[in-house]
């Protein structure tokens, strides 16, 4: 039974060092408890807060403890009458290839025809971030221009398509032109940018928002929120979901040197926590099911393959090697 643990606390761009494996005896399950085998581990950003000894909306990891993100797993054995063998679950897990659980804070999934892994992207937080910071901060009208960053992302993705269906022009900023490409071509986004090849990114987001930008949903924060927010309209509204550009401690290049324009523009910019919005989860869940059902919302993942990929595939998050959601399948 592999354990995944945080052997140090990250200096800057977290490395494979800063991890340690160990093996241990595949635990029973006391009474009341069941015993999980993790199928499919969700890689997030931000983990990467969680690394650092600092407060924030989760506590911090202790050192030489398991590392836990959204995971599903298989009930192998049981002693809760809650659960039988050969049940599905998710929730937020611990890095190890089995571990036992009192059941607490667990969901089980009815697959319903869904991969499993969209309970941990589309079907899931991921899902629920798009939907709730999108429509609950952004509020978009039809006609009006939507601009994301990190917009071929697990969150980005899914924001860009619900924009699009709710009438938007929708514009996505993304590290390489196959991002830029596969945003115009199956997600239907109106315009692309790659922010690493345009020289002017001000001018290149002028241009693809002929009409100003009304709503943008960060998740990246500092110089490309910069560029952004000289072109927002009055009345903009700006979901703050993240900031993965500062989430390694570069405080070099640490925005927001343009707020002035939030005033001259009347705009709202709101920072949030998905958690925030749980009372809309379950109409949100029945929309986002609905529309991946219809085929209206694609489901865009990047699959590792194996258990001991999983610090690999969350340190590839910074480097941008994902296309969607990043997951690692841990079933072989
Ligand atoms: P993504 O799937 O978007 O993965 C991260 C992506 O960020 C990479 O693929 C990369 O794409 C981009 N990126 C990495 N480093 C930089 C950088 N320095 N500058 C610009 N872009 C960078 O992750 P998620 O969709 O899971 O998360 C997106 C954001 O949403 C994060 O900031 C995360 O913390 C936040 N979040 C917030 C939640 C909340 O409740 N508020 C819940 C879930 C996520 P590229 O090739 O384009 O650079």
């Known amino acids: 039974n592999k354990i995944i643990l945080l052997d140090k606390r990250p200096v800057g761009k977290v490395s494979l060092n800063d991890f340690k494996f160990l093996q241990s005896e595949i635990p029973q399950p006391k009474e009341g408890e069941i015993l999980l085998k993790t199928l499919y581990v969700s890689v997030d950003p931000y983990l990467r807060g969680r690394m650092n000894d600092s407060k924030s909306y989760v506590p911090p990891f202790q050192l030489n403890e398991p590392i836990q993100s959204g995971i599903v797993a298989k009930v192998v054995k049981t002693n809760n009458a809650a659960f039988k063998e050969g049940d599905i679950v998710s929730g937020s897990l611990k890095w190890q290839e089995y571990q036992v659980s009192a059941g607490t804070g667990l969901n089980k999934i009815e697959s319903d025809g869904n991969s499993l892994t969209a309970y941990l992207g589309i079907l899931g ?12 901060i952004g509020k ?9 960053s990190g917009a071929a992302g697990a969150v980005g993705s899914v924001v860009g398509q619900i924009g699009k269906l709710l009438g938007c022009r929708v514009v996505g900023i993304a590290g390489t032109d196959e991002k830029v490409e596969m945003l115009k071509s199956e997600f239907h986004f109106d315009a692309a940018i790659n922010y690493k090849t345009t020289p002017d990114l001000k001018k290149a987001i002028q241009d693809a928002c002929p ?58 910019m709101q920072g949030f926590i998905v958690s925030n919005y749980a009372d809309k ?49 841990c079933t072989n």
């Open 125 to 136: 937080m991921t899902g629920l971030t798009a939907y709730c910071g999108l429509l609950e």
């Open 140 to 148: 978009p009208k039809a006609g009006e221009t939507l601009v994301i």
């Open 211 to 268: 009409d100003g930008v009304d709503i943008y949903f960060d998740n990246v924060g500092a110089e490309i929120s910069d560029a952004v927010l000289v072109n927002i309209n009055k009345f903009a509204r700006i979901p703050v979901c993240g900031a993965i550009s500062l989430y390694n401690g570069d405080t070099s290049s640490n925005g927001l040197r343009i707020s002035s324009v939030l005033v001259t523009k009347s705009a709202l």
């Open 281 to 329: 989860f379950p109409a949100a869940i029945k929309q986002l099911t609905a529309w991946v059902k219809e085929g209206k919302l694609i489901s865009s993942e990047t699959i590792e393959e194996g258990f001991d990929h999983i610090p690999q595939a969350f340190i590839d998050l910074f480097d941008g090697k994902n296309k969607g959601k990043m997951i690692v399948d």
